[in-house]
């Protein structure tokens, strides 16, 4: 009898040692571990555990050792949103608490079915000269297109319609308008551009009225330009009337220089002269 009573009182010692084991080692969490030869707490978790596809996941991790520890993690395809780090000290017994925010948007984070798992690289805890590794905990993505979805798909527009203020068929007849007038305006531009341009017809002067346009310019001039102009105006004339080419000659290189008024009383009777 006193051996069952025993029996009895040491199955539920072992079953109490069992519930308290397994409240402080919930799942996602990992509990202590030797590091470098010391006792060093480690805890990881991910909230939530089981989530849909583009939400956010907090990745968690609470070290407790006499020094601080250095932290590596790697969450792809997951990216950090965000991460935060608080070290406290007290009574000899340094408290690292990290908290990091990951989210995954791309095509390796969607589920190929109803849903899919995710690890995680494990955690790199590096203490006192030593490096472990502690596996996170798994992680269950679940689509967010269920098999009803699928077989249904319907294009959704969230946002309303837009109205016309205009009526549509005098709007697209004003539209094509527009159009042709700017393809038209357009193709001028480019004719207007590569056509090739003809050539300017301008009045050819005779050297005769350049000859005399040049003398009654020259007039107020200083006395070189006259002379120029009075030997340009004698050549022009020797096919035409040789005595005015030599009287213009002659005041051209004559030793004074030739005056204003004789440069005009000459040119004068050369016009008449050609008019005749």
């Known amino acids: 009898m006193r051996a069952l009573r025993a029996g009895v009182l040491a199955l539920a010692a072992l079953l109490a ?37 583009g939400d956010e996941v907090v990745a968690t991790t609470d070290v407790v050792a006499d020094r601080p520890v250095h932290l590596a993690t790697d969450f792809a395809p997951y990216h950090v949103v965000s991460a935060t780090r608080t070290v406290q000290e007290a ?25 899919t798992t995710v690890r995680f690289a494990p955690l790199q805890v590096s203490y006192a000269g030593g490096t472990r590794s502690l596996a996170w905990p798994a992680l269950h993505v679940s689509s967010r297109v269920g098999g009803a979805d699928i077989r249904r798909a319907v294009l959704r527009v969230p946002l309303p319609l837009p109205a016309y203020h205009a009526p549509r068929r005098a709007l697209g007849w004003s539209l094509l308008a527009l159009g042709g007038a ?15 341009r003809r050539p300017s017809r301008r009045r050819e002067v005779p050297p005769l009225e350049r000859a005399l346009a040049e003398a009654a310019a020259s007039a107020g001039a200083e006395p070189g330009r006259r002379r120029r102009a009075l030997e340009a105006l004698a050549r022009a004339l020797e096919p035409l009337d040789a005595p005015l080419s030599a ?21 004068g009777r050369v016009r008449e002269a050609v008019a005749r």
């Open 17 to 53: 040692v069992g519930l308290v084991v397994a409240a402080l080692h919930r799942p996602g969490e990992r509990g202590p571990a030797l590091l470098g030869g010391r006792d060093v707490s480690v805890r990881q978790a991910l909230t939530p555990q089981d989530a849909q596809f």
């Open 91 to 115: 009574n000899g017994v340094v408290r690292t608490h990290v908290v990091q925010r990951l989210r995954c948007l791309a095509f390796a984070c969607v589920p190929r079915g109803a849903s």
């Open 182 to 196: 700017l393809a038209l305006g357009g193709a001028a531009l480019v004719l207007k551009l590569w056509l090739p």
């Open 247 to 267: 009287e213009s000659r002659v005041l051209a290189w004559a030793p004074p220089d030739p005056q204003p008024d004789a440069i005009s009383d000459l040119t």
